[in-house]
């Protein structure tokens, strides 16, 4: 069995196997780990497990964060989408934006989260999964389904470039989360292999050049409201992919642009604190006490 | 993961965790020394937290990383950090200084961390690597010699173990050499020992990969 590191040959494959994203890569990861493909799905729904357990931590949490600069953002998300008088974002929409953030925060007290595919963008993967489930009741296979469907599209991209925000910025996390959301949702709803690919793309496109700003060097801001934005962007992609929208630049030429981007940008914009929000008069104000 | 980052946290523990298992045991005195990104936004990021705990050989799921320097000082486990900008380095890299309680350095590791909870160990002695925990690993100083990698296989192979990536380097001619053989699944231990009394080899740590 052949390792798959583009998109490209990830659809080759689905086609003359005709089988699903999912089904071709964890036959893959089952060759690559040397276990079963039933223990290649345990392992999903552990990480499942963590993920919904995250988001209930994340909402359990009070009172302000050790900087000052959050706490409780989930919370107040939270109680607008309980009284959804004339909100433009449907329950489904409320919960993402809620779980996103609340997975953040969890990660920012350094509590337990799955690193999706970072930890700075740990909110976005599991917000998005979570809430569909329980809106659309997607029971834990199909849930499984559309993790290994994300984790597809986050290997195929971390093949060719790396993910971390001090390589990429955060394009190459939260960006990459986002491309790897919207590809699950995809799954979830029933579209096609090409769709999920194209949801992933739509994504990613969207957010390239965002840099890694993090005041004075927490994951805190702005990430946390961040995984927020982006779980939602995943769904924008989701929906255009669902609609029949492609992308005119395919895939594998969308991720080596984001990798030349990537390149491109100054390491002041990459996790070094030293440029955008981190050097704001604010910013400067604000002692680090993870 | 114990957050808040993949690259500056739960990178962090697995090259201190890989570093721990590479000096092959407990730590008496370690300098980190971290250069640009991981210097830069670690304190924020908990790295100092996140290696120290590593060294100390806890993993990227134990909640114990909040509080690795109090732990630190409960085993005793002496640690300094510094923190440096140098443009020939990676943006996330660390050194690891291992040494005495006389200050006398026993082994110095490299390692970067290149996202997501992905690590590569680059340096071991001054040596070059290229370890990423994704296989078993076998790490050997030896004396440079005729047949000593032709033994080393044989006993592998022996076992019928498959070799994936094999990369050795020496100073030079007749002096310390490291050979670094990634594999396809565990050597048993009777394997390991049999390699450890092959004649002139210095170091030998059979490392399995890294836990998901």
Same mark, same amino acid.
């Given at each position: 069995m052949k390792n798959i590191v583009t998109f490209q040959r990830l659809l080759e494959e689905t086609r003359s196997s005709n089988k699903r994203i999912y089904e071709v890569f964890q036959e893959l990861e089952s060759y690559m780990l040397e276990r079963s493909i039933e223990d290649v799905r345990q392992l999903m729904k552990r990480n499942l497990n963590v993920m919904a357990a995250s988001v209930r931590d994340g909402l359990s949490h009070y009172g302000p964060s050790p900087s000052g600069m959050s706490g409780e953002l989930a919370q107040k998300i939270l109680r607008r989408y309980q009284n959804?008088?004339?909100? +433009?974002?449907?329950p489904l929409l409320g919960k993402i934006l809620t779980y996103a953030v609340a997975v953040s925060e969890e990660n920012q007290r350094m509590g337990r989260v799955? +690193?999706?595919?970072t930890a700075g963008a740990c909110g976005i993967m599991p917000s998005v999964l979570i809430a569909y489930a329980e809106e659309y009741g997607f029971n834990e296979e199909e849930q499984v389904n559309a993790l290994i469907t994300a984790g597809a599209i986050g290997k195929i991209i971390a093949q060719q470039m790396e993910l971390a925000g001090a390589v990429g910025g955060c394009q190459a996390e939260c960006g990459v989360a986002s491309a790897m959301a919207a590809g699950a949702v995809v799954e979830l709803m029933g579209g096609t292999n090409e769709q999920i690919v194209h949801a992933a793309t739509l994504a990613l496109k969207n957010i390239m050049g965002l840099v890694c700003d993090p005041v004075a060097g927490?994951?805190?801001?702005?990430?946390i409201k961040r995984n927020g934005f982006l779980a939602i962007h995943a769904v924008t992609a989701s929906e255009m992919a669902l609609a029949g929208v492609e992308s005119f630049i395919p895939p594998d030429e969308v991720v080596k642009a984001v990798k030349q981007v990537g390149v491109l940008m100054s390491p002041l914009l990459k996790?070094?604190?030293?440029?955008g929000l981190a050097i704001t008069e604010t910013a400067k104000k604000v002692v680090p006490q993870p | 993961m114990i957050g808040p980052s993949s690259s500056h946290t739960a990178g962090a523990i697995r090259i201190g965790l890989f570093a721990r298992k590479i000096f092959g045991k407990n730590p008496e005195k370690v300098l980190f020394r971290l250069y640009n990104s991981f210097a830069k936004t670690g304190l924020g990021h908990g790295t100092d937290k996140g290696l120290l705990g590593g060294v100390l050989g806890?993993?990227?799921?134990?909640?114990r990383i909040k509080n690795s320097f109090y732990y630190a000082r409960e085993q005793g486990v002496a640690y300094n950090f510094e923190y440096l900008a140098r443009d020939?380095?990676?943006?996330?890299s660390v050194d690891i200084i291992f040494m005495d309680t006389n200050n006398n350095v026993l082994m110095e590791i490299s390692g970067k961390s290149v996202g997501g909870g992905e690590v590569q160990i680059d340096k071991v002695d001054g040596f070059n690597t290229d370890i990423r925990g994704d296989y078993p690993v076998l790490i050997m100083v030896y004396k440079d010699q005729k047949g000593v990698i032709s033994n080393i296989s044989k006993l592998i192979q022996d076992q019928n173990v498959n070799i994936a990536t094999i990369n050795c380097e020496r100073k030079e001619k007749n002096q310390e050499a490291v050979l670094t053989i990634c594999l396809d699944s565990v050597l048993s231990i009777e394997t390991v020992e049999e390699i450890r009394k092959l004649?002139?080899?210095?170091m030998v740590r059979n490392i399995d990969k890294l836990e998901e």
């Open positions: 959804p008088n004339k909100s +433009a974002f449907n799955v +690193a999706c595919p927490l994951v805190e801001v702005p990430c996790e070094n604190s030293e440029g | 806890f993993n990227v799921d134990d909640s020939d380095r990676y943006p996330n004649p002139d080899m210095y």
